[in-house]
């Protein structure tokens, strides 16, 4: 399977972020979920408009562009709450840092 057949890249989607063809999930997006512990069978279940080719092509694009250096900062760590994540199903709720 060409990833290329399933990932695409517009400038006025998601600010030309790499992103799942007639979709608006970013290839970091699903590379974020798996990073965090989800099996794909997670994120295809909650995603279910997903298939696993599209898993795959995330795993391919990202494999094949992660050296490239025109490509530096098309896959971001997102390291603020700025955008919620759903937890893993089945995993408990987050703590908050409550302060003084």
Same mark, same amino acid.
């Given at each position: 399977?060409? $990833? /290329?057949? +399933? *990932?695409? #890249?517009?400038? !006025? #989607?998601?600010?030309? !972020? @790499? #992103?799942? !063809?007639?979709? +608006?999930? &970013?290839?970091?997006?699903? %590379?974020? %979920?798996?990073?965090?512990? $989800?099996?794909?069978?997670? #994120?295809?279940?909650?995603?279910? /408009?997903?298939?696993?080719?599209? *898993?795959?092509?995330?795993? =391919?694009?990202?494999? &094949?562009?992660?050296?490239? =250096?025109?490509?530096?900062? /098309?896959? =971001?760590? *997102?390291?603020?709450?700025?955008? @919620?994540? +759903? @937890?893993? @199903?089945?995993?408990?709720p987050a703590s =908050? &840092? &409550?302060?003084?």
């Amino acid at each position: 399977m060409d $990833w /290329h057949d +399933r *990932i695409t #890249v517009a400038p !006025k #989607v998601l600010v030309g !972020k @790499p #992103v799942i !063809k007639g979709t +608006r999930i &970013a290839v970091e997006f699903v %590379l974020e %979920l798996l990073g965090r512990g $989800w099996t794909a069978e997670q #994120v295809l279940q909650e995603y279910d /408009h997903l298939t696993p080719g599209d *898993i795959q092509a995330c795993l =391919s694009c990202a494999e &094949a562009l992660e050296s490239r =250096s025109d490509w530096v900062g /098309h896959f =971001s760590v *997102i390291t603020d709450d700025r955008i @919620p994540m +759903r @937890p893993l @199903p089945g995993a408990p709720p987050a703590s =908050s &840092a &409550a302060g003084p």
